[in-house]
C-alpha cells in the first residue's frame, strides 16, 4: 500500500520559516510528477508547487520566490521550502504523486496533509 507520509507543519510567525517533508516509505516515485497542494480555512484545494523526475519545478504565483520545491529521487520524498510566510499561507499542506497532464496534473496519492498556521 502506497503511503506519503508528511512532517514539519505548525505554528510559525509571520516572515518566518518553515520546512515540510514527505517520504514515501518503499517507493520511489520515478515518472511521476511530486508536489504539494494547500486547502485553505473554508477554501477549495489549490496547487502550490510541483516537481517533475527530472527538477522541473512549477509554482503557483502566489508563492513564486518564497517557496522553493525539492525532491530526492534515490531515497524517495518531496520537500518544501516556505520562506517569509505570511497568514494567507495558513493552510493544511498536501504531498501529492501525479502525473502531468497539459497545464494540470491527474493526482494519484494523496498524504494525510499537516497543518501550517501562520499567526504572531
Known amino acids: 500500500q502506497v503511503q506519503l507520509v508528511e512532517s514539519g507543519g505548525g505554528l510559525v510567525q509571520p516572515g518566518g520559516s518553515q520546512r515540510l517533508s514527505c517520504t514515501t516509505p518503499?517507493?520511489?516515485?520515478?515518472?511521476?510528477?511530486m508536489g504539494w497542494y494547500r486547502q485553505p480555512p473554508g477554501k477549495q484545494r489549490e496547487w502550490v508547487a510541483m516537481i517533475s523526475s527530472s527538477g522541473i519545478t512549477n509554482y503557483t504565483d502566489s508563492v513564486k520566490g518564497r517557496f522553493t520545491i525539492s525532491r530526492d529521487n534515490i531515497e524517495g520524498g518531496v520537500y518544501l521550502q516556505m520562506n517569509n510566510v505570511k497568514p494567507e499561507d495558513t493552510a493544511v499542506y498536501y504531498c501529492t504523486v501525479a502525473l502531468r497532464r497539459g497545464s494540470t496534473w491527474a493526482n494519484v496519492y494523496w498524504g494525510q496533509g499537516t497543518q501550517v498556521t501562520v499567526s504572531s
Open positions: 518503499g517507493h520511489i516515485f520515478v515518472i511521476y510528477d
